[in-house]
């Protein structure tokens, strides 16, 4: 690391680290908390990003998708461990053919409102969200889908566009069930005001933007190969300070915090009352550069300037100072447990900033350049980010915003580099990453026609063998023009109250069904 990027590393360091201990100093001079959520039943939960719709459709950032993950209920179940699928709603399936899978449905379910489960609830929602013009945020979980088809009261089937081997693994995760007399009649701006499922918890209380509680939903079907809830309620505040939820966490304000940064976290271990858990996800970091035409920072559309970018960046001194936690450096964007996804072959672009100053001048900007770099969590990986770009004379200004309207700056063309991270909705398949930035949809700021063309093939084929080797073409063609800078996986470290008992999933989800009270 150079000497002007030690010096910011640390910085950036020791301010967390000074705030943290400040905190701390406060924490440890208190009495001890009364653990007023185990007294009630009450875990209490704060988190940074709130969702802008609990519809899990119309929203993709992570505590939405926790959220949906333990109101509502899909077809099939992942087994978060093995892998292995199971029935949820439905009792069984088979594959018809290469586009079509067949499944028999659960009877007596029903969902919170007691409205019945039957095939009406499959066709209604799948059909819905899958149609364009329903303009679902996540499309890139639907688009596969030509049209469910009911069969009988208890039997569908769900037909995709073209042979997608993933299928299952979407409607193992993703692919919510809503009722479908409620939905059509609320529609998704009713479904976030008072949302209803039929998952192990329901929703008692929606203040949109600042907090939702959930109550264990006592007539949670007995078949299910989800255990029974535990604890009785739920509530999740949505604090965007991280300096607020770690003063709640220390006072017992709240239960469980997550997304803590690795100083902070560290220091936590040593108060009585809490415990600190960490572990490897399947998030990825990258930076996104946008070199579409008309983009508000023209230079990137030149390859030597996303090389120095790439370049200029000490990835193993970000994860040792400020990362941690297990994190492993990526060389390509898609997450390397998923179906798919390799890293070899890959453009590996190593820290070199006499590199990255070489290539700068060679494309014209001997003295760099000014632009801005988006972001929505993780602000002190990005603050490093933005020192390492500085050593080499790239003046990046920090826009940090919610997760919603930064993404809808990338969509508008408005953003330079974005300081990305994605976690695959839950899907261990490359379809469920890579596509999703490099495939021709909305989040897709590089557009190029054959990386589209090979992604869309190992999309639809069927022999792993050659649909590993498609994959590795179009991931080599991403790396070795730099469209995007790789970085690496996201480790989370999870604050909480000793009283709670919970184990952390690479897959970064909560399943508050399991978790209950020491």
């Keep these: 690391m150079s000497a002007s990027g030690r010096g910011l590393t640390r910085r950036c360091r020791n301010t967390m680290g000074a705030v943290a201990a400040g905190l701390l100093a406060v924490g440890l001079l208190a009495a001890p908390p009364a653990f007023a959520g185990k007294k009630t039943d009450t875990l209490q939960m704060a988190y940074d990003q709130a969702p802008e719709s609990v519809d899990p459709y119309f929203n993709n950032v992570r505590i939405g998708v926790i959220i ?8 099939l179940y992942r087994d978060p461990v093995t892998h292995e699928y199971k029935g949820q709603l439905a009792r069984s399936w088979k594959q018809i053919d290469d586009r079509t899978l067949e499944f028999e449905l659960r009877q007596g379910v029903k969902f919170h409102n007691g409205e019945e489960f039957d095939a009406d609830s499959v066709v209604y929602t799948l059909n819905f969200v899958a149609d364009p013009a329903n303009k679902a945020v996540t499309q890139q979980n639907v688009q596969w889908i030509e049209k469910v088809e009911k069969l009988d009261r208890f039997k569908v089937r769900v037909i995709s566009k073209k042979p997608f081997p993933a299928a299952k693994d979407y409607l193992a995760t993703t692919l919510a069930i809503h009722p479908a007399k409620y939905y059509k009649e609320a529609g998704p701006k009713g479904m976030n005001a008072k949302p209803v499922g039929s998952g192990p918890y329901k929703v008692v209380d929606h203040v949109p933007g600042k907090s939702i509680t959930l109550e264990k939903f006592a007539d949670y079907f007995k078949d299910s190969p989800r255990t029974q809830p535990k604890i009785g309620k739920v ?18 304000g709240e239960d469980f915090i997550m997304h803590v940064p690795k100083d902070q976290a560290e220091k936590l271990q040593t108060v009585p009352h809490l415990q600190v858990v960490s572990g490897n996800t399947m998030r990825i970091v990258f930076i996104q550069m946008n070199s579409q035409d008309g983009g508000p920072a023209p230079q990137l559309k030149d390859p030597r300037v996303r090389k120095a970018i790439a370049h200029a960046i000490d990835r193993q001194a970000i994860i040792k100072n400020i990362v941690g936690g297990g994190a492993e450096i990526i060389n390509t964007i898609c997450t390397p ?31 760099g350049f000014e632009l801005d770099i988006h972001a929505y969590r993780e602000r002190n990986q990005t603050e490093a980010i933005i020192n390492y770009l500085q050593a080499v004379g790239i003046k990046a200004k920090l826009n940090f915003l919610q997760y919603a309207a930064m993404r809808d700056q990338v969509r508008a063309n408005k953003t330079a580099l974005v300081h990305q991270t994605w976690g695959s909705n839950l899907v261990n398949d490359v379809s469920a990453s890579t596509p999703v930035y490099y495939g021709f949809g909305a989040d897709d700021v590089t557009r190029n026609a054959q990386v589209k063309e090979l992604l869309d093939k190992g999309d639809q084929t069927v022999d792993p063998k050659a649909r590993n080797e498609v994959y590795k073409k179009a991931l080599g063609i991403i790396s070795e023009n730099a469209y995007s800078v790789p970085l690496w996986s996201l480790p989370v470290y999870y604050v909480a109250s000793r009283e709670v008992a919970f184990k952390p999933y690479s897959d970064e989800l909560l399943r508050f069904w399991e978790m209950g009270w020491k």
Excluded: H
């Design 68 to 75: 949906a993950a333990n109101v509502w209920d899909t077809l």
């Design 235 to 252: 509530r999740i505040r949505f604090i965007p300070d991280r300096q607020t939820q770690m003063a709640e966490v220390l006072s017992g």
């Design 337 to 367: 447990s998923q179906v798919g996804c390799t890293q070899e072959g890959a453009t590996v672009y190593k820290y070199d900033p006499a590199l990255s100053k070489k290539l700068l001048a060679e494309a014209g900007y001997p003295n």
